[in-house]
């Protein structure tokens, strides 16, 4: 599996040298390309390789689906964009096809099976309501509960089958949102409006999708190595750093970014200027050194649910290293001692 986690990490520079494989290797190639969203990246590299036929068809095949998948997702946005722009709700898309269609500089390479839509907090019900009357279904059995949670996302299924997660906050969860005062009104007022094949598409700008792409990244456990092939295609397009450095201190989201970026830097080459890092989180030097420490014990690039994986560390990232380090002994506590004690079916119990 060495073999294939490093295979694929050296997939997500534009341009590396890619490393061989065996015959056990080519088997394992196709899963695991799937389960980090690299099928259509690795599809267009397998020419370069060895690759024998079943690898290639398994790995095209999957390739194949992201792109009906795809396709699929345009058709619903077009409803979306319709439908949002016709109550008036200021909205953005974000991640899926406008990173495939904007941001990556090669077609087709980025694959995607659901929308992301953030809206206006003060239009949200108004949106969703106006897609219920366009024919979208909501998937959240227990509205209220979603509401009493205070949860910044509902979940919709559109008219052509795609997934809608809709947003009135790109930080979903209400301790986040205390933790990290990053201002959706201000991302929301600082929009363009992007072309997605025939559709006008409004999405944040340059700096606020870094921004957005690294929390998202960060806070989601950053096992997904697609992630950082995300990170590295907006890097491409040019970054005013000084408005980042100003906007992720405002959003006090410095170590998140710092991490995302260190290892957008390491796995995919992005071209980060070498005292950026620093800049942004100047209080966070030990964790930073702390997930470095865990990459080198846990590389990235294996499979995504394994236990032990580091998730929990990285996606722990706050503020500094002081409130990092509080986060992680809540999390450790809320997902690990806990169910241990209280699971009667718990695996680690068994150990």
């Known amino acids: 599996m060495s073999s294939v986690r490093r295979f694929l990490v050296a997939t997500l520079p534009d341009e590396a040298p890619l490393p061989a494989l065996g015959p056990a290797d080519w088997q394992q190639l196709p899963g695991l390309a799937r389960e980090h969203g690299l099928s259509p990246r690795v599809s267009g590299l397998l020419d370069r390789t060895s690759a024998p036929d079943h690898a290639r068809q398994a790995v095209r095949r999957d390739a194949v689906n992201a792109l009906v998948g795809s396709m699929q997702a345009h058709a619903d ?37 659901d929308l992301d839509i953030v809206v206006d907090p003060a239009g949200f019900s108004e949106a969703l309501s106006s897609l219920q009357d366009a024919g979208a279904v909501l998937l959240d059995r227990n509205f209220t509960h979603a509401l009493a949670q205070r949860r910044a996302e509902l979940m919709l299924r559109l008219p052509h089958g795609t997934t809608l997660d809709l ?9 986040l949102r205390a933790q990290l005062p990053v201002s959706i009104g201000g991302m929301l007022g600082r929009r363009k409006t992007v072309r997605i094949e025939e559709l006008s598409v409004p999405t944040f700008d340059t700096v606020d999708t870094l921004l957005h792409l690294c929390l998202h990244t960060v806070l989601s456990g950053g096992q997904k190595l697609s992630w950082y092939r995300d990170l590295q295609q907006v890097v491409k397009t040019g970054v005013p750093w000084e408005e980042l450095v100003e906007r992720t201190a405002i959003a006090r989201a410095g170590v998140i970014v710092a991490v995302a970026l260190e290892r957008a830097t390491r796995l995919a080459r992005s071209d ?19 997930v470095r420490a865990m990459d080198a014990v846990r590389p990235l690039g294996a499979p995504i649910d394994r236990r032990l994986s580091g998730r929990l560390l990285v996606e722990s990232s706050r503020a500094d290293t002081a409130s990092s380090r509080r986060a992680l002994g809540q999390s450790f506590t809320e997902e690990l001692v806990r169910p241990v004690f209280t699971d009667p079916d718990h695996p680690w119990r068994r150990l």
């Open 77 to 113: 946005l077009g409803t979306v964009a319709r439908v949002l722009d016709g109550c008036g709700v200021p909205w953005v898309a974000v991640k899926g096809p406008v990173l495939a269609d904007h941001w990556y500089t090669s077609p087709g390479q980025r694959s995607f099976v």
């Open 167 to 175: 947003h009135w906050h790109v930080l979903n969860a209400p301790e």
């Open 272 to 290: 980060v200027p070498p005292d950026l890092i620093p800049r942004l989180a100047p209080d966070g030097r030990a964790w930073r050194a702390l």
